[in-house]
């Protein structure tokens, strides 16, 4: 039996085919190194980024402060906040949008994956 804290929730998202974009929920193992070369700290929002794009990278996105709604092209949409790992993989087609809830700020952290690194990303059984 594998122990919870061995993980961190996370949100995938990701193309279909057809260049839509759709998530599923997950984890990702913790203490496991990864291949990385920087990262950086944002918290500024600019109002393009709430509207519908593509990830511009792939990318882990580790939310600091705040609670974020993310949308995805079916108008599915999942939570982020502190504790939940989003893994930003629709780097084509129309991306995803989001929005802040009960939030003001939002602080985050993005860590950039190597090309053709693996995300570590297990999706939860559907």
């Known amino acids: ?20 974009s759709t998530f599923e929920k997950g984890k990702i193992p913790t203490l496991k190194p990864m291949n990385i070369t920087t990262f950086w700290i944002s918290t500024i929002v600019e109002e393009w980024q709430k509207e519908t794009h593509p990830a511009p990278r792939r990318q882990y996105v580790v939310t600091l402060k705040g609670k974020i709604k993310f949308k995805v092209s079916n108008g599915s949409t999942f939570l982020i906040e502190p ?44």
Not at 1 to 20: C, K, Q, V, Y
Request: negative net charge.
């Open 1 to 20: 039996m594998e122990n919870a804290s061995e993980f961190i929730s996370a949100f995938r998202l990701m193309n279909n085919p057809d260049g839509t």
């Open 83 to 126: 504790g939940i790992i989003l893994l930003a993989e629709d780097t084509k087609g129309e991306g995803h949008s989001w929005e802040m809830i009960e939030s003001e700020k939002w602080e985050r952290l993005y860590i950039p994956i190597a090309d053709h690194a693996e995300d570590y990303f297990i999706a939860d059984a559907k």
